[in-house]
Structures are given as structure tokens and as C-alpha cells.
DNA sequence: ATGATACTCGAACGCCTGTTCTGTGTCAAG
DNA sequence: CTTGACACAGAACAGGCGTTCGAGTATCAT
């Protein structure tokens, strides 16, 4: 004597419902639901139902499943397949300072003092994150580099750079850290700004340099201009 | 009468196997392998076994385990709790051309011709991903943006902007294409470089200006550079 | 030797979970 | 009215899976 129907296509209020749980069950415990727990928190009696349902929103492309096994349901759409790496906000980089470098107690006893999530497709090479760290770019003192107060910048941590390669260095002699692109020449560095309209600096071979890392990714959150 | 032990701390050979088969079987399957199925890939005959080294995984914090619960575990460390989002990537942007906006098909029907996975954690706002849009930067004429040739600015569709906003707007009787902070004053608009050096555009009210969106993200892949 | 520690096996127990089958009420088309 | 798709319940079945227990072996300090 009641029964609300929903004729044809589009999504039920049913469908809705378990497709909002398994998103908030999964953003809480990490892990998709069971049939019976969709079932409890939809008011649906019968994991046959929840079953029913579940095929329906697989065969509209709103879910995946692997039959048989656990919990083995996911949701298309966003949260999508990539994974991500999670990299180590070891500080700030600021001129005349010296920057933070990654100590060397390998990966284990990580403070997760603070981080930033990288999509994993957006890592250029294969450096999968594993001894990547990241620092907050402070002051305009990068401009040079195209990198602006606030940026974030992602680095694979090296002592030495190839050619070409864009690099944290600390020159000792001028008391400054400075993002630039490396190249080696016959008896002196050239670090060559990002920004083509100006000029490299060189550097002597017996000037020290100390190369601190090599940046992969720079990124920017734009929010407001302060002006 | 063999025996390969690890003495004490560290992580042993068989705690190396476990937690790289792990990461690979969820790369594969999208869900974490059952205790089983890791002794079968890692040559361990007894599922309690499996259990012990899982066990002091979990004590060493390379691991997180919801008990009694089917495959529930996760890696620590990299791949970690958060959620993405995918962005479609609609082109390219480019000074002298039009840019390509998102067109009205709402979420449906999604070619994943070309997109970017950004993790939901780097977003300022809350503007999560609903209809954000990707485009790759073309040429070097958003320098003035401290935008590079070969960037990825995401952005967000809008019609107007606050000001302090980054738009990307398009100046049809200079036929050009713009990054620039967007300041509403008297009777003309201000475009303001994100570089402190440069100086701003002023566009009179009755010249067309055209704001395509508001952008929310730079980031930069830095590879090499070809010079 | 002896005991402590670390590591490994195999089997059994029992809950958890997806699947399947039978049955019921509703509603629209024929 | 009959028929059939549709939405749903409930129960039972069969594996999947984590857990636990008893027992055996190797290394090392005492």
C-alpha cells in the first residue's frame, strides 16, 4: 500500500543514497562498505537489494565491483584511479637563508609535521616520491626562477646536476639561496634564471656552491593579490 | 638447516616483499590484497606468517590495519587517506588566440580526453573541482603572470571577478589573451602582473574585456630547459 | 647446556560477506 | 483480468578471510 516507484532511467533516491554513503563511509574508514553495512545505513533490509542496486549503479557507470570480493566496490568519476605521493614540507626557502634539507633518517619515523599530496600522473620522471621533500617558497626573492612568494616548490634532494637541470643552490659567497637553471662550463657554472629576459649569473668553479636539490615541480596556489 | 635471519630492527627482506606487494596489488586491483593472496606472492606458506609480519608492520608504522576487517589495510607514508580530483584539460592558451571554455554538457558524458589529477588537499577553496578546468600555457607571454611556457593553470569559469583576482581574460581589440589581477576602478579596469616589476595594463570600461575565468592553481613541471 | 628470541608451519575455528533462490506487492500495458 | 517488469524481503548457502593455537627450528647470549 506504499511504494515510491521510480520509473526508468536517472538515478533513484536510492541510488543516491548508497552512492553518498560509500563515498562517506570511505572517506572515514578508509575502506568501502559491505553489502549488509550499505544495507543498515539505507534502510534496505535485504542485501539482495543492496545487491540489486549495486548492479544497477555498475551498469550505469557510476560504480565499479570485483565480484566475490569484499568490500571490493569503488566509485568512478573524481577519487579516480591515480594514487598520489605525499611529500615532506621540510620549511621555507628564502634568500640569505639556508635552506632545510632532508635529514637522513631514511623514511621510517616520519613526522607528519606537515605535507603536501601530489597527484602521482604529475611527477615528471619515475621519482616516485620517495625522497622528494617540498618547501614554501617566502619573499620575491625567486622572481627570477618564475617563482613567487607563497609557491610551493617540490625537490629530489642531489649534490650534484646535470645540465639543464633546475636546482636549489646556496651560494656561501653571496650569503644567498637562489633557484636556478645549472650549466656546467669550462672553468666556471652558469645559473641561468628561468625568466628569459634575464640575464645568467656566473659563478666560479672556486666560489662554493652547494647544490641543495633539484626542483620537479613548482607549485602555486592563487588565491588574492595583496595590492 | 637454512635460515635467513634479520636480527633485530629494520626492515627485513620479507617486510620489503610484503609492503612492494601490497602497493603493486592495489596499483592492479584497486583494493588491498587479502592476507592469503600476500602469502602466496611473497612465498609464505602459513597466513599466520603473513599476520606476524603484517603485525609488526603496523607497530613500525608502514602500515594500518582495520582488524576483522576483509583487506583492510592501507599503506602509510605515500598513498595516503586523501582524495582527488580530475580536472578536464581543454587546451591550450596562448597570447592571439581564443581560449577554449568548458562547454554546457555539465559532468556527463566525460571523454577523458586529456585531464589532470590535482589532490583535493592543494585547492584553496571548496571550489572542488566541480567545474574547474585545466589549460596548458603556450609561448611566453604569460611571463608577466610569472606563467611559463608549458605550465598547467587550473582554473574556474566565471563571468566576473572580484578584485585581487587572477582571470584570464581575453582583450579582443588588442586580440590577445591574458593573465593578469583583475582591480575594477573608476572608469577603467586594471591589469595587474603577478611580477612587482612590471608595470599594469589599464583597459577602459568601453573596450570589450572578456573574463574567461578565475585562475586557482599554477603548477609547473619543471623538466629540463632547452637553451 | 639452557633459555630467550625470532621466525615458520599447518590446521582449525568462526565470523564476514557476496550470491542465489523463493516469494510478495505494485503498476502499467495488453 | 492477466501478464510481466520492477522494487523489495528474507533466508540459506558457500566461500573468503582474519584469528588463534600448538608446535617446530635456528641463532645467540648466558
Chains 1, 2 share one sequence.
Not at 97 to 115: A, L, Q, R
Request: glycine letters at 6%; one cysteine or more.
Amino acid at each position: 500500500m506504499m511504494m515510491m516507484v521510480r520509473k526508468s532511467k536517472g538515478l533513484g533516491e536510492r541510488h543516491q543514497k548508497i552512492l553518498e554513503f560509500i563515498a562517506s563511509y570511505q572517506r572515514e574508514h578508509k575502506h568501502p562498505p559491505s553489502i549488509r553495512e550499505i544495507g543498515l545505513h539505507c534502510d534496505i533490509s535485504s542485501t539482495s537489494v543492496v545487491n540489486y542496486y549495486l548492479d544497477q549503479l555498475e551498469k550505469s557507470g557510476h560504480l565499479e565491483r570485483d565480484r566475490k570480493i569484499s568490500r571490493g566496490m569503488r566509485l568512478t568519476g573524481n577519487t579516480p584511479l591515480g594514487d598520489m605521493l605525499r611529500v615532506q614540507m621540510l620549511g621555507v626557502i628564502q634568500a640569505g637563508e639556508p635552506i632545510p634539507v632532508p635529514t637522513n633518517d631514511s623514511f621510517s619515523s616520519f613526522t607528519p609535521d606537515d605535507s603536501v599530496e601530489i597527484a602521482a600522473s604529475l611527477m615528471p620522471s619515475k621519482e616516485k616520491g620517495k625522497e622528494l621533500f617540498a618547501l614554501k617558497v617566502q619573499g620575491d626573492s625567486m622572481i627570477d626562477a618564475m617563482v613567487n612568494d607563497g609557491d610551493i616548490i617540490i625537490l629530489k634532494p642531489t649534490q650534484e646536476a646535470s645540465n639543464g637541470d633546475m636546482v636549489a643552490v646556496w651560494l656561501s659567497e653571496r650569503n644567498e639561496t637562489t633557484l636556478k637553471f645549472f650549466f656546467k662550463e669550462k672553468d666556471k657554472y652558469r645559473l641561468q634564471p628561468a625568466n628569459p629576459t634575464m640575464k645568467p649569473i656566473y659563478v666560479d668553479k672556486k666560489e662554493s656552491l652547494e647544490i641543495k636539490g633539484k626542483v620537479v615541480m613548482v607549485i602555486r596556489k592563487v588565491e588574492r593579490y595583496n595590492s
